[in-house]
């Protein structure tokens, strides 16, 4: 169950890959909110579903990181590709999305909100949770 605005890219790559390691099938399901890190956990699972009125939130990581000298601009710059370059190719393998049209969707954005139909049409998530019918109440005079 994912219902998180997100975290860092490293250790939000930690738990995808732990989640991807494990033998048995995963499911994600996005319960209110996946943003950032949480959209790219939901690629995690290999059965990806969500709740009729979830979010997916995607962006390019942030920077936090307090720059002092060209020296660490470019490690900087650097970290900064290769946590987006490896986010990106995680989030295309797993929607089979092709580079080509990833680049087109994402042109001049850096992020974008997903209703739970748009990220299913985009295969971000595999299926939409569909509510049960329940039983009428009977209730009984006493």
Known sequence: ??????CYVIQTLAI????RAVSCPIITVAQGMAFSGGF???QAGDLRVAFPHSKLFYHEPLSES?????EEL??????YAWGLDAMN????????????????????????????????????IDEIIEFQKKPKLVLEKI
């Not at 995808?16 to 989640?19: E, K, S």
């Not at 470019?74 to 970290?79: G, I, L, P, T, Y």
């Open 66 to 70: 307090h720059v002092c000298s060209t």
């Open 40 to 42: 790219l956990l939901m």
């Open 16 to 19: 995808y890959d732990t989640l």
């Open 89 to 124: 190719a995680i989030i295309r393998k797993r929607t089979k999305i092709n580079k080509t049209n990833w680049s087109k969707f994402f042109a001049g954005k850096t992020s974008v909100y997903f209703t739970a139909i748009e990220a299913l049409e985009l295969n971000i």
């Open 74 to 79: 470019a490690s900087h710059v650097k970290s």
């Open 1 to 6: 169950m994912i219902n998180t605005p997100g």
